[in-house]
């Protein structure tokens, strides 16, 4: 089956430090979603994008995440600088147009001390 | 998006079917229902969709009401590999496609021998 590759699978950084976390979605999807999760808040979509365009990072902290797609094959979730408040589970999710249903990926379990 | 609601635990003996009800009452006339469902420190999985008619397909059965105000999702044969918190969602449909995927709660369902 085709899978929602994402690296690190686990993370744990110093307050302050930069983390780049990376989703490499199933071939020819051309959606991909960067969601959050902690037990205090569920799920949390942070961004979305459609055939590599940004349509919606309105739940993402701009001063300090990024979310970018430089090419079909990568998207990358930055935070910097990073907090404690920061750790959570981030999960990748990628699709394609008359393809319903999403495919998540395993998740980066991100820790920051 | 409309907004849905779910119990938030359910248990099932195993073997027996398992149905999750959930409730969309404010749901707009070109929003699907859709569930997903996360086993254990795992990424959500798409379970099945629907708008209108009834759904079925190898993983469980969509049963929506006439008025579209509410569905049912049925596991048959419920084993203990699907206790899961499963989360029915309401979205768009943009072009043959899911629009953005806003989680609730959702029912923790708790599969016991």
């Known amino acids: 089956d085709a899978r929602v590759t994402q690296t690190p699978r686990d993370k744990v950084t110093e307050m302050g430090q930069e983390v780049t976390m990376r989703c490499q979605p199933i071939?020819?999807?051309?959606?991909v979603f960067w969601y959050r999760q902690t037990m205090m808040q569920g799920l949390e979509l942070l961004a979305y994008?459609?055939?590599?365009?940004?349509?919606?990072d309105s739940g993402m902290p701009k001063d300090r995440f990024s979310a970018e797609m430089p090419d079909a094959t990568l998207a990358t979730l930055k935070i910097q600088p990073s907090e404690p408040r920061d750790s959570a589970v981030y999960f990748c999710a990628s699709g394609n147009d008359g393809n319903y249903g999403y495919t998540f990926g395993s998740g980066t379990r991100l820790t920051v001390v | 998006d409309a907004k849905t609601t779910q119990p938030p635990s359910m248990d099932c003996a195993e073997g027996r079917a398992a149905n999750l009800p959930c409730n969309h009452s404010?749901?707009?006339?070109?929003?699907?229902v859709y569930w997903y469902r996360q086993i254990h420190s795992q990424g959500p999985q798409y379970i099945i969709h629907?708008?209108?008619n009834n759904e079925t397909n190898e993983m469980a059965s969509l049963i929506i009401t006439e008025d579209r105000k509410s569905s049912t999702l049925i596991l048959p044969h419920a084993t203990l590999r699907d206790t899961a918190v499963y989360y029915c969602i309401s979205s768009r449909d943009y072009g043959g496609s899911q629009g953005n995927l806003i989680f609730g709660k959702g029912t923790k369902l708790s599969v016991k021998p």
């Open positions: 071939l020819g999807h051309n959606t």
């Open positions: 994008f459609r055939n590599r365009a940004p349509l919606d």
């Open positions: 404010t749901i707009s006339g070109n929003e699907y």
């Open positions: 629907g708008l209108k």
